[in-house]
T-cell receptor, first 113, second 113 residues
Framework: DGGITQSPKYLFRKEGQNVTLSCEQNLNHDAMYWYRQDPGQGLRLIYYSQIVNDFQKGDIAEGYSVSREKKESFPLTVTSAQKNPTAFYLC????????????FGPGTRLLVL | AQSVTQPDIHITVSEGASLELRCNYSYGATPYLFWYVQSPGQGLQLLLKYFSGDTLVQGIKGFEAEFKRSQSSFNLRKPSVHWSDAAEYFCAVGSSNTGKLIFGQGTTLQVKP
């Protein structure tokens, strides 16, 4: 089945630690996205990538980093600079950037110890 | 600036009753619009989308939405709600320039037996 997988489902971060969230898609989509979801705030865009080896900051990129070395993969690192990382993180992909439907993965919940 | 407003944070309806979830958007050009549904702890599933053409759009699970340009609205409707429809619903508008999605804050639907 084609789809988007995210791992792990739950992730715990200690203070000062960097953690990486995985996102893989087998839909042959060019564009991929990372969103952060907080209660009552909807989804906010962290980073997006239109093609391999290229990515752009979204609305709340501070404290996060990404890479896009393969078409299928778009990992998100939550760095120690992100002071309030507790949230639900959603990865999405679409066949192109403009006027295309975004499809979402199951999400990763990040908690701080 | 683009924005999406979902005026109702929480709605409760009885099973079998009709449902309308409101969505208002602010966008200078012709928007493309989405409704997504999210079950607790899960990713987002696409219900329906409007890009152009017929302003009444049919989606999955018996949902429909009507695009009204004069009112800047894209309200979601279902004639008879089922208990399994209890979830959080998000309206989103896409930028024709950047492809970015702007999400509303979401409406939580509770269904009474």
């Amino acid at each position: 089945d084609g789809g988007i997988t995210q791992s792990p489902k739950y992730l715990f971060r200690k203070e000062g630690q960097n953690v990486t969230l995985s996102c893989e898609q087998n839909l042959n989509h060019d564009a991929m996205y990372w969103y952060r979801q907080d209660p009552g705030q909807g989804l906010r865009l962290i980073y997006y990538s239109q093609i391999v080896n290229d990515f752009q900051k979204g609305d709340i990129a501070e404290g996060y980093s990404v890479s896009r070395e393969k078409k299928e993969s778009f990992p998100l690192t939550v760095t120690s600079a992100q002071k309030n990382p507790t949230a639900f993180y959603l990865c999405a992909s679409s066949s192109g950037l403009l006027r295309e439907t975004q499809y979402f993965g199951p999400g990763t919940r990040l908690l701080v110890l | 600036a683009q924005s999406v407003t979902q005026p109702d944070i929480h709605i409760t309806v009885s099973e079998g009753a009709s449902l309308e979830l409101r969505c208002n958007y602010s966008y200078g050009a012709t928007p493309y619009l989405f409704w997504y549904v999210q079950s607790p702890g899960q990713g987002l599933q696409l219900l329906l989308k409007y890009f152009s053409g017929d302003t009444l759009v049919q989606g999955i699970k018996g949902f429909e939405a009507e695009f009204k340009r004069s009112q800047s609205s894209f309200n979601l409707r279902k004639p008879s709600v089922h208990w399994s429809d209890a979830a959080e619903y998000f309206c989103a508008v896409g930028s024709s320039n950047t492809g970015k999605l702007i999400f509303g804050q979401g409406t939580t639907l509770q269904v009474k037996p």
